[in-house]
Structure formats: C-alpha cells, structure tokens
C-alpha cells in the first residue's frame, strides 16, 4: 500500500492566500518528514524538512506542521503568489533505512493572480 | 560548494538496446546516493541505494542494476531496456547522519 498519501492531487489557491498542503503516512516509525518543490521535467528541490521530536517548524513564509498521532504532516505557505506554483512533494523516512524516502504522490498547486 | 552531476540529459533508446546512466557528486567524501525514478505521470520510486563504494543496495528492481565504482560515482545500468524503462532518472545524495536529500538534474529517457 501507499506508505505515504497526498490525497489532493491538485489545488488552486488565490494569489496572496494561503496554500495548505496535506499528507498522511502509515509507517509510525518515520522520524523525518519533508517537503519538496518540482517543476515539469525538472528535479524536486528541497523546501523544509521536520524530524519527529518537532511539531512545527518555520522558514519565511513556509510551515511545517507535524501530527504524529494523527500521522499527518502539511505544508503552509502564507502569503502564496504565482510563482509557487508547482508540484509539491511529501516525503518520509525512518532512521533505521538508511535515508529511504518515501513520497507521496504529488499536490499541484496553482496560486492565480 | 558540493555539486551532482548526471549525464546523459536526455536519452533517445530502442527496446532492447543497453543503457547506462551516471551520476558524479563533487565536494563532499563519502554521500549516501540514491537512483530514483519517474514514470511520466507517476510517482518518484526509489531504486538503488549505496552507502560506500562497492556496495549497492536494491529498493526495486525494474530490471535494471546499479553499481558504485568510485566514492563520488554511481552508475544505473541494464542490457536490454524495456519500454516500461521510460521516464525520468533522479541521482541524489546524503552526507553524514543528515536525512536531507539533494538531487541532481536528472535524466529523461524514451525508450523507442
């Protein structure tokens, strides 16, 4: 099964607004969480990253939010504008598998001006 | 500054033909590398992970091999593609106890 679930395969969010992304995991033995931004025919870079001792964790104008009991993780980004627009990514990794991410499916987001 | 590096960029291959793929890191001594793999409207898949030189782990095997001949080197490779084998090949790196995952530019395959 899907270890790791972005259930919204797209979202459209008005410019200035704030986008919320959603994943869910099955694994309670993940310990790293993280976000990923891709564009078409590019590799996914990096945005923010969570270990499990943390519940939130902020970096501009993106925020980590982690619910380990609920096994939910998502991605905020206040103050969204056009250039967000992209595919974004949830992974997950626990400590004993050697770095072995696991992503989700993808959400794509299109923030209109 | 460390930089990853794949080549080819883009690669146009007939069914059955061989395959091979690199990925380079410069600046940083002994990464954790990682093949992945996209089909074209799938989800990113790992593949191959190695921890030091000589040693290459399978995650899934998609009929194709990996190998690791030197510490900033990894090769993805296979002697007859199939058609299924299209899509877009991702080289990343870790270094030390970090979790944190970069990748290389990728590269995009069709097989004819």
């Known amino acids: 099964g899907q270890q790791v679930k972005q259930s919204s395969p797209s979202l459209t969010v008005q410019e200035g607004g704030i986008s919320i992304l959603n994943c869910d995991y099955e694994?309670?033995?993940?310990?790293?969480f993280a976000w990923y931004k891709k564009y078409p025919d590019n590799s996914p870079t990096l945005l923010i990253s969570?270990?499990?001792?943390?519940d939130k964790r902020e970096d501009g104008r993106l925020t980590v939010f982690l619910n380990k009991s609920g096994k939910h993780f998502s991605l905020h980004i206040t103050a969204s504008q056009p250039e967000d627009t992209a595919v974004y990514l949830c992974?997950?990794?626990?400590?004993?598998?050697?770095?072995?991410?696991?992503f989700g499916e993808g959400t794509k987001l299109t923030v209109s001006s | 500054a460390q930089t990853i590096h794949q080549w080819p960029v883009a690669e146009i291959k007939a069914v059955g033909s061989p395959l091979s793929l690199g990925c380079t890191i410069k600046g940083k001594s002994s990464p954790n590398l990682y093949w992945y793999w996209q089909a074209t409207g799938g989800t990113l898949q790992q593949l191959f992970y190695?921890?030091?030189?000589?040693?290459v782990e399978s995650v899934v095997q998609l009929n194709l091999s990996a190998s690791r001949p030197k510490d900033d080197q990894f090769i993805l490779s296979t002697e007859k593609l199939l058609l299924s084998h299209s899509g877009f090949y991702l080289c990343?790196?870790?270094?030390?106890?970090?979790?944190?995952?970069?990748f290389g530019p990728g590269t995009r395959l069709t097989v004819l």
């Open positions: 992974a997950a990794a626990n400590q004993g598998g050697s770095a072995k991410l696991i």
């Open positions: 190695s921890i030091t030189v000589g040693q």
């Open positions: 694994n309670d033995m993940f310990d790293y």
């Open positions: 990343a790196w870790v270094w030390g106890s970090s979790y944190e995952q970069y």
């Open positions: 969570v270990r499990s001792n943390v």
